[in-house]
Each structure stands twice: as C-alpha cells, then as structure tokens.
DNA sequence: GATAAAATTTAGACTTGTCTAAAAAATGTT
DNA sequence: AACATTTTTTAGACAAGTCTAAATTTTATC
C-alpha cells in the first residue's frame, strides 16, 4: 500500500531539513524561535507552516511546544541530506570546485526529484561514504553507516595527536581560511598547547605550526590516533 | 555598467523558454493562446505574466498583439536551453539514462542557478556540440556553433540516403519507439519508397527495413549523403 | 459595413509563503 | 501569588501565480 506520495514544496523540504539539523541526535522538540531564526524568517511565518507540516503528518506540533519529525518526516529529511551530501562530492570530485564553493549550489540541487538520478550519481561517484566536509553520506535506505567517532578539537587534550576528518560546512570563509593555512580533511594535527586565559589552542598541521581560537577549534572534528 | 540582474523565478523562466521555442527563427509574434497551450495553462494567466515579463523589459507585449522577445529576454532563453541540453547530456554519456528518460529531469536541472556550475559542467563534458536528441548546444557566449544543415525525413524525396542527426524530443513514446526499431543518432537511413494514398515511407534503416507514417517521419532529421 | 465568431483581457477569487502588529500563553522574578 | 518579560500564536495584509466567468477587442463572414 504505496502510502501517497505528497509533493513537498522546496520551502517545506528546507522547513523539513531545518528541523532535522537541529534536532540532530536528541529527541526534543524544537521552539518556532530557533527555527525561525534558523530560516532566517519570523516566528508567525514558522508557526503557519508547522500546521501545514503537521497537517502532512511530517511533524507532530503542539500550540507552544514546538515540534518533533515523525518518522517520516525525518526520512524525507535523510533523503534531502543525502541529496546534497552526494550533489557535494559530485562538484568537488568531477567539477574541481573547492569545498567552499559548494554549498550554495548543493542547496538547490537538493530539491531536484528524481530518486533513480540520486542513485545514479552515487553509483557514478563510486559510493561515497562522506561528503566534502567530512559529512557522512546516509545510503539509499536512509542509514549512515558505522562513521569512527570523531571529536571536536575543542574537547582533545595538550598532546592528542589526530587525523582531521570533518569540518562544519556553514560559513566559505572559514572554510577558505582553512585553505590559507592548507587544512584538508586527512591532514594530521597535533594539540601543542592550550592557553588558558583564552581556551586558544597552538596545533600542529602536518608540521605547520599555528594558533586556533577555541570558536574556531570547535569547528574542526578528528580521529585521535594517541 | 552591470545591468542589475533580475532574479528569475523557475516560472517566469520557463514562459520565456516556451516563447523563444516558439518563435523559432522567425521574429513574428507569439499569441496568447498559442503560449497558452504550449503552457498548459490558460490565456488569463498568460496575459497576466506577459505584463510581468514586458515590466522587466524581457519582452515586448502589446494588448491583443501577443509578445516578442526582446534581446535580453533572447539571451535568458538561450542560456535555459544550454542548461537543459547539456545536463541531459550529463544524464546520457555519464549517469547512462537512456534520451528517452532525461527530458523530466533536465527540466528541473536547467533552473538551478551558477554560471560557474554549468561551465564546468560543459568543460567536464568535453564542450559537446549537441544533445542526446541532437540538438545544438549554444556556447558560453550564447552562440549556436554552425551546424550542418539538416532536412526532415519527410521532406525528402525517394532514394535520399542519410545520417540520422537529430530526432524531435517531446515526447517519451516517441523516444521508445526509436529504442524499438534501434534507430540512433548516426543510424544510416535511405528512403525506398514512398506511399502516396497515406504519405508513409518505407525506410532501411542500418539495413532494416521498416515503415513510417508521414507524422513520425517529421520528427526525424538527416544529413543527405545522397 | 453590420454582425457573428474567435481571441484576448479584465475582474474577482484562491493558494502559498511571507510580513507586521496585536493578542494570548508560558516563563521568570520578586 | 502577582507582575514583568519572553515566546508563540492570531489577525490581517501582500505578492506571485493560477483559475473561472464576464467584458472587450479583433477577425472573419455575409
Ligand atoms: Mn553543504
Ligand atoms: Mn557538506
Ligand atoms: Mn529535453
Ligand atoms: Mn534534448
């Protein structure tokens, strides 16, 4: 009993992503004003559309409460993040663009519909498992598979020694700074120092050393080989 | 002098498309209810989107005149249709659908917005001159390279020989049927005959001989060997 | 040139997604 | 518990894109 397949417009799918980003492993419900400011819109435009969502059955909403995904709305969300994780790897891999030229695009080939051009291109791609930016890829069933945990280098300790494995992907100009000082996903990293009048960290990049605040250590996740 | 550009909606884009499709090579105007049909949608809303697109000086449109393209409304639907053909070629030669599969899909494609996206994407493509269908791509510039001419197979006389060099792409049906009788781009075609009580033509094509009504001649165009 | 038919536009309505301003509910503070 | 503050919802508006039904203009025909 194919359950009718609603079409989502593309400001539902974002409302839809939205949610699951900030839910991310928690299960609590998320406030109208975290998601309005997330959306970059006003309270009342979220609060119509969590009754439009909820009315899909994509989101449970209570009157001042906030709202949770149902099941299905977090597979719709899986099946978005899967899209532009996958649309990602195809600019930086096939068409040489760097990992902070593609988010924007990514968000618009994310509402293209067309489950069989999704898997198609994964296959092209030769299945990735990650994205970019270290990402994990969730496969055509909607699973992640078992990514190695990983830590944000804000919480390592003087003297981990690591390997960078994922980067957050909001802002190009972070991510072209860590261009400048030759930051890839792969490079080794090493927790030199940590000053504590400032929570600065002094760390070593593949040899290189340099100095990172606490904010911009947060946004950098390694596996530590020690 | 960078002329503010406008940020088309997907709508707005596809009616100019349609337009410039319609127009063809002439520069006559295009009515209300030729739009319409083509449109799917009926004459009221046409007009009102008219008054829109001359508004942005993307057309001129005088009442009860229907509409041109001006020079900038031109250029925008050239852009469109390189966007929509080179993705399908992406789809054929790289993600292997079949011609008759990617017309949908190259439909939402064509509407996503990066200049660098899609010279890169025809960089990577190797600079195609034509797609799946055979139609011409148009360059960076907006220029349609100088293609052989071709001629309709049902313009042709008797004992014509040729290359088959581009088939209409509207409809799927179509596109199968040609799976069917293994008629390809570059298939060797000669006209052995033709009906004159219904207009058919009996045809070899790549040695196979088949029959064609006048209609689905009309959809196939060659290169004259002979 | 008058009249009939066809094409086109206008008027008014509806949906989606957004906004501002005001009302209502929840939360925090003494 | 009462008051103040913050959060959230409601009410009413607007723009985009569509529709139906009615009015208008053009075109065809006698
Ligand atoms: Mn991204
Ligand atoms: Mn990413
Ligand atoms: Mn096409
Ligand atoms: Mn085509």
Redesign the pocket.
């Known amino acids: 009993m194919p359950r009718s397949q609603y079409h989502l ?1 593309q ?2 799918e974002n409302y839809i992503k939205a949610i699951f980003a900030l839910s991310g492993s928690s299960d609590d419900s998320i ?3 975290l998601l309005a400011e997330r959306m970059s ?10 009754k ?1 969502l909820a009315e899909k059955e994509l989101l449970t909403y209570t ?2 409460q ?1 709202c949770t995904l149902t099941e299905t709305g977090r597979n719709v969300a899986i099946s978005i993040v899967r899209k532009h994780r996958l649309w990602e790897v195809f600019l930086v891999d096939k068409l040489q663009f760097g990992w902070d030229e593609v988010h924007e695009i990514a968000e618009q080939l994310e509402h293209i519909q067309s489950a069989q051009l999704i898997n198609r291109l994964e296959e092209f791609l030769g299945f990735p498992k990650v994205d970019p930016h270290g990402d994990p890829i969730p496969n055509r069933e909607g699973k992640f598979e078992n990514i190695p945990a990983r830590s944000s280098l804000s919480s390592c300790e003087i003297g981990t020694k690591g390997i960078v494995m994922g980067v957050e992907d909001g802002s190009p100009e972070f991510l072209q700074y860590l261009n400048r000082i030759e930051l890839k996903l792969g490079s080794e990293i090493e927790i030199a120092d940590k000053l504590s009048f400032d929570g600065s960290l002094v760390v070593i990049i593949d040899g290189r050393t340099t100095q990172f605040s606490h904010l911009l250590a947060a946004k950098i996740f390694i596996q530590p080989t020690s």
């Open positions: 417009t400001s539902e406030s109208t004003n819109t006003k309270a009342s435009s979220v609060t119509d559309m969590l439009k009157k001042y906030g």
